[in-house]
């Protein structure tokens, strides 16, 4: 039986950290480490940490008869410890006394996995740098890109490609403390019932044996990169939960920028356009498309995620006792398939940002072509107070609305009745009303908000965490002075 990522396309982006091999590689680390752990608490000869580490090497071993295996078991430390104590007893007999003792199968187990999220955050946290990266560019380029914003699907203001693209970034810059949480998991140590019986027995003539057990797992901490939680977690499950909703969250901001480009790319709009790559996008019977794939797996995953996420819940709420009877074995496909899925579109991502394609003449063009409705919200605000009760009674905001309903979809004749409605009022600055103030309301680079200050506030974010100098906001390119 073999796992390659067949129903998951892209998942071998994320091979490396995250497959079978890699989860047998940190068993086999935080075994390893365990007898270094204890050489450097004077338990074990400094040479037998040495040796420790020369017999984990995962290619040594066979990963599928392993798996066969743990069905004795429930999980497969206990098959890899005999295999891992034979090869070790091969070369350095004297050490294999020190494998595992004190531990329990959750402990290493548990401290595999938290290594998986930490190996797994690595590529995650680089392709997502490289991803902000280009959002940034995107965003300081076409800040003056103007387009329709779109809300429930339909026109609704003119905004600029810049902003969304600033919007993209922001939602990736909110994950930071997410990404924080999964560069420092907590190892596992609680030994056979959570009392750290079989560690403190390690000290029997020590005093103080109860704190130097505690010293030793800092020490195993420091040999994996892992930090030292404040409490024995077999039964307390958030370290689990923090890294399935970091990983979860990942895949949902990335899958927000898929739906975008999704929507904006279709050809009825051909506003964006991903970047072509041989064999990427083709279809089996209709050669003459061109598919988005990048963004359809992304929108895979952001899909997928929301119910690994609640395995993860499950498992966490039907925890019992000082060790779990299943629960815990749950979580590990989950948590595994979430790290692989967030790596692997973390580097779709990468790819997508780096060389989106954005047709700012289509953006404009849709922008025209919804008429001057768009600008409704701006034509009421300046000119509804000005106007005096009709002779039917309508107010001024019920002038201007029929105006707007009225020629909706012609900008000539919307601003011919703006004119008429308007005449002889001034702004509150004692401008006339006339033709060229209407002209003015009814350019869309005219109502665009402080989208300047949102991207630049934004940007800045961007340069702080990048270590640039700040830069100075610039005018939209056509927007009236």
Known sequence: MTDVGLLSPGAH??????????????????????????????????????????????????????????EGGGNPVIPLLADYRRRLGQHDPDAVRLVHRGLTSQD????????????????????????????????????????????????????????????????????????????????????????????????????DAAQRALDLAGAWAGELGLELPPHVWHT?????????????????????IAND?????????????????AGRGVSSAMPQKQNPVLSVLLKRTALTAPQLVAQVHVAA??????????????????????????VAASSHAAELTAGLRVDA?????HLEASGPGVLAERIS??????????????????????AVREHATDRQALGEALVRLAAGTTLPDGTPVDESTVAGLLEPTGYLGAHDLLIDRVLERHRRTAGSPPSTARPTPGAPA
């Open 13 to 70: 982006r994320g091979a490396a950290a995250t497959d079978d091999t890699a989860v047998l590689q940190a068993l086999l680390d935080a075994e390893a480490a365990w007898v270094a752990a204890q050489a450097k608490a004077g338990l074990a000869p400094a040479a037998a940490a040495g040796s420790a580490r020369a017999a984990a090497r995962a290619e040594d071993y066979d990963a599928a008869d392993l798996a066969r295996r743990a």
């Open 261 to 277: 480009v999704l929507l904006l790319s279709r050809p009825e709009l051909g506003e964006l356009r991903e970047p072509a790559a």
């Open 108 to 207: 290493v187990m548990d401290t595999a996995m938290m290594l998986v999220v930490r190996r797994a955050a690595e590529p995650l946290a680089r392709d997502l740098r490289a991803t902000q990266d280009a959002l940034a560019r995107l965003a300081e380029e076409h800040r003056g890109t103007v387009q329709a914003a779109r809300t429930l699907t339909q026109h609704a203001l003119p905004t600029t490609f810049g902003l969304k693209a600033a919007g993209w970034l922001a939602g990736l810059q909110d994950l930071e403390e997410d990404l924080a949480e999964l560069a420092r998991p907590p190892l596992a140590l609680g030994g056979a019932a959570g009392t750290l019986a079989g560690t403190v027995a390690l000290f029997p003539d020590a005093p």
């Open 236 to 256: 307390t499950r958030r370290p689990v939960l923090r890294a399935a909703h970091a990983f979860a969250a990942v895949c949902a901001a990335l899958g927000r």
């Open 381 to 402: 605000a300046a000119l509804a107070p000005l106007l005096p009760p009709a002779a039917d009674g309508s107010t001024g905001a019920q002038q201007v609305q029929a």
């Open 317 to 342: 709420s039907a925890v019992v006792d000082e060790r779990p009877d299943g629960a815990w074995h749950a979580e590990w496909p989950a948590l595994r398939e979430l790290a692989r899925l967030a």
């Open 361 to 365: 003449s289509r953006m404009r063009a």
